[in-house]
């Protein structure tokens, strides 16, 4: 093997060599053609390949931002191609986007619902088109109802009844749906999701409606029968009522506790029951009101209402009268024939009278509201009960040192919560709620003594633990003051000690000192010769420096010995 790659080697060193420089530039630039090519081909097919969520481009800038802005929220990047379409990175996330986008209505009006399932089939007859059209469409909603997350998988049936000449005679387009939920999901009793995938399918199906759309899942439990999930409907009204409920009584708590906790403490007010009774029906209310018309308003400002009113006002009047004074004459029909008069008028007639009659007619304005609601939901009464606890203050003898009782415990005394501050506090959790007597509220403060039992009995067994702590310190602390004080008095005797033992141990040294030197005097004034040796001498010399040293360097000299002892 070695050989042959030798031998291929030797033939090209040898053709390189007979070649001009002009063919080594052509073979030098066609190789970095080839290079530049590949590298160019790597870097094309390594690409990202981007899907277009919807094939058609959205040119109303608002709705597009409200589809980029939710295709946001799940995470997934986009990018807008010249034409307009949102692209994004696999045909998956497209699916999954789209379901969303249809379940939300945010596909544009005027998009044409067909471009989001574009897929071109081609076929030789018109039969085998639409059948190929069929089985596209069928296979495009199935994969986008899979694409859906709480979706595990899906069967999609879609019937296309072939087309009659009256439109009495054609039967509709149906679709029936079962879905697998992946585990854990709550899209069987999710009306939202439901209706997402109820509105894609229609999207989908030309002339699809929702009475023809059966989604089942897999036990098969019929999921869009938005009738029957009325009870449902009703179970979450009530749930979301009652955190509405919770969430005021939250709130009024909250600034009731805060008010009293920061006039009380927090160890005085620990806990505010409050409970509020809501109507939650909704009320249209017509309500016809006639009030006074004001004639001068109230002045601002003054202690006395000086407004003036007036029941109405005159718009417009008129007076007629009539007088009569003469003989009556009641006509009784043709001559010859009985009147039909009543004997008790017959009888009256021929008299003499007189009449005199006034009329006034007089119409009056008068103001008037016509008011028409919905009243939303409202608070019908609200309960509070809160109990302040009073003071205790511990006992002091004379000594200033608190009183300890028999059991060991320190004696207290209970001061109550004044009538007036309870009237006070009432006044101000009535202010922070908004109380009314109208609507029947109640606030009830109350003075209970909380029990304080373990409370003292935790603050006496620290008192007592810390009595004890300070007097073991105090114990402690005398004993290592004696310690110093008797290790200061043993270093002064041992230090007066020494001092004496070194100063008799210089005069007996002096004395020694002076004998020898007198007897040298005597043997000298005796003319007696001394002669001493050498190693007499020495020691001599020794000793007469280490006693200077010792006058001139005590402590060093002492510590000497101290160590030449220990040695021995």
């Known amino acids: 093997?070695?050989?042959?790659?030798?031998?291929i080697f030797g033939q090209i060193s040898g053709l390189w060599g007979k070649w001009s420089w002009l063919?080594?530039?052509?073979?030098?630039?066609?190789?970095?053609?080839?290079?530049?090519?590949l590298i160019a081909l790597v870097t094309v097919s390594s690409a990202p390949t981007l899907v277009p969520v919807i094939d058609v481009s959205i040119k109303d800038e608002i709705s597009r931002d409200r589809i980029i802005t939710r295709i946001n929220e799940e995470g997934v990047k986009t990018s807008i191609n010249a034409s307009g379409v949102i692209m994004v990175e696999d045909a998956k996330?497209?699916?999954?986007?789209?379901?969303?986008?249809?379940?939300?209505?945010?596909?544009?009006?005027g998009t044409d619902p067909w471009a989001i399932f574009d897929k071109d089939r081609w076929s030789i007859t018109d039969f085998e088109r639409n059948v190929n059209f069929?089985?596209?469409?069928?296979?495009?909603?199935?994969?986008?109802?899979?694409?859906i997350d709480d979706v595990d998988d899906a069967n999609v049936t879609i019937v296309f009844p072939a087309r009659e000449l009256f439109s009495a005679d054609q039967n509709?387009?149906?679709?029936?749906?079962?879905?697998t939920p992946r585990p854990g999901s709550d899209i069987t009793a999710n009306r939202k999701k439901i209706e997402g995938i109820q509105k894609l399918l229609k999207f989908a199906i030309e002339g699809l409606k929702d009475e023809n759309i059966?989604?089942?899942?897999?036990?098969?439990?019929?999921?869009?029968?938005?009738?029957?999930?009325a009870e449902f409907d009703r179970l979450a009204v009530i749930e979301r009522e009652t955190k509405l409920v919770q969430g005021l009584e939250a709130k009024y708590r909250a600034m009731a506790l805060k008010s009293?906790?920061?006039?009380?403490?927090?160890?005085?007010?620990?806990?505010?029951?409050?409970?509020i009774d809501m109507d939650m029906s909704k009320k249209a209310v017509s309500t016809e009101e006639y009030f006074p018309i004001t004639i001068k308003p109230r002045t601002p400002g003054l202690s006395y209402d000086d407004s003036e009113s007036a029941k109405s006002i005159t718009r417009s009047f008129s007076n007629s009268s009539t007088a009569w004074e003469g003989t009556g004459f009641n006509p009784e029909g043709p001559a010859g024939v009985e009147g039909q008069t009543a004997p008790a008028f017959r009888d009256m007639s021929n008299l003499y009278g007189k009449v005199n009659q006034e009329t006034r007619t007089q119409n009056e304005e008068i103001n008037s509201r016509h008011i028409q609601e919905e009243k939303s939901p409202s608070i019908d009464r609200v309960t509070v009960s809160v109990n302040i606890d009073g003071t205790w203050k511990l006992k002091y003898d004379e000594k200033k040192n608190p009183v300890i009782l028999v059991d060991g415990s320190r004696e207290r005394e209970y001061t109550p919560v004044a009538p007036?501050?309870?009237?006070?506090?009432?006044?101000?959790?009535?202010?922070?709620?908004?109380?009314?007597a109208g609507r029947g509220d109640s606030v009830t403060v109350q003075n209970i003594r909380f029990d304080r039992t373990k409370q003292f009995f935790d603050e006496d067994a620290d008192y007592h633990r810390q009595k004890q702590m300070q007097t073991t310190i105090l114990v402690l602390l005398s004993g290592v003051a004696l310690l110093l004080v008797a290790f200061i008095a043993f270093r002064m005797i041992t230090r007066e000690m020494e001092r004496r033992r070194r100063l008799r141990e210089e005069e007996l040294a002096r004395q020694h000192q002076e004998m020898r030197e007198r007897a040298f005097q005597e043997a000298e004034e005796e003319g007696v010769e001394v002669s001493m040796s050498v190693e007499e001498r020495k020691r001599m010399e020794l000793q007469e420096n280490a006693i200077n040293m010792a006058k001139e360097h005590p402590g060093d000299v002492a510590q000497l010995i101290r160590t030449w002892l220990l040695e021995e």
């Open 1 to 7: 093997m070695n050989e042959f790659f030798k031998k």
């Open 23 to 37: 063919q080594r530039g052509i073979l030098i630039g066609i190789t970095v053609a080839v290079i530049a090519g």
């Open 93 to 109: 996330t497209a699916q999954r986007l789209r379901s969303i986008l249809i379940r939300e209505d945010l596909i544009p009006s």
């Open 134 to 147: 069929q089985r596209a469409q069928t296979q495009m909603v199935t994969d986008h109802i899979k694409s």
């Open 172 to 179: 509709p387009v149906t679709a029936s749906v079962i879905i």
């Open 214 to 229: 059966v989604i089942a899942d897999q036990n098969g439990m019929m999921l869009n029968d938005f009738a029957g999930m």
């Open 260 to 275: 009293l906790q920061g006039t009380f403490s927090s160890d005085r007010v620990r806990e505010l029951n409050i409970k």
């Open 420 to 436: 007036e501050d309870l009237k006070a506090a009432q006044a101000l959790i009535q202010d922070a709620i908004g109380f009314s």
